[in-house]
């Protein structure tokens, strides 16, 4: 053999190899990444986007609603945050709540509590857990209070205290009429009596 032959034959022995590499490398481990990542990762990332756009949506920093009735009656609610109900889109949740009603002609009622929930379409507030109220010269601490404003009533319930001047009442509700400023104190077990004290 000569010289010029052996070299051909390792240019082309070189060639052969490099195509086989190249190939291996290029049409064959590509082929088999792509395969994982399009069999895990791009799913996990879709519902990892929806969960974050659908906390978004839902949550709100310092929220402030006010109306004011055919009446001239106005309603103020602020919170912290708050969130949109996952049962229903026309209720909030609300954290760190303070709710106030200026009646006509009447001292202004202020309500804080830990939380409470607010329905957009009635106005209907109910808050809960360490709630104060102060009306005048009236306090109360409960663990409820409801606001129906279609009622023009409060009602409050359960672990009551109310202040009144010299005077201390434990009861099981209380209900507030808006109109006409009446208070009514009363146990759920009509044979109980409500406890008055003096300071």
Avoid: C, H, W
Avoid at 26 to 39: A, D, G, H, M, V
Avoid at 101 to 123: C, G, M, P, R, V
Avoid at 125 to 144: A, C, H, P, R, W
Wanted: hydrophobic fraction near 35%.
């Amino acid at each position: 053999m000569n010289t010029k032959t052996v070299i051909q034959l390792f240019i082309f022995f070189i060639i052969i190899v490099f195509l086989f590499f190249f190939i291996r490398n290029t049409f064959y481990l590509n082929r088999n990444q792509i395969t994982e990542i399009s069999e895990s990762e791009p799913e996990i990332f879709e519902e990892t986007n929806e969960n974050l756009d659908e906390e978004k949506k839902n949550f709100i920093q310092n929220l402030n609603y006010s109306t004011i009735d055919s009446e001239g009656n106005q309603f103020s609610l602020n919170a912290e945050t708050g969130e949109e109900s996952p049962e229903d889109a026309n209720i909030l949740i609300l954290n760190n709540v303070t709710g106030k009603i200026q009646l006509n002609n009447k001292a202004e009622i202020i309500i804080k509590s830990d939380y409470a929930t607010y329905n957009s379409n009635s106005f209907d507030t109910e808050f809960y857990q360490n709630v104060i109220g102060l009306y005048e010269e009236k306090k109360f601490n409960s663990d409820n209070l409801d606001l129906l404003f279609k009622n023009n009533k409060a009602i409050i319930y359960n672990n009551i205290k109310y202040f009144d001047n010299k005077i201390i009442s434990t009861a099981d509700e209380i209900e507030f009429d808006f109109i006409k400023g009446d208070i009514n104190i009363k146990m759920f077990d009509k044979k109980e009596k409500v406890k008055i004290l003096k300071k």
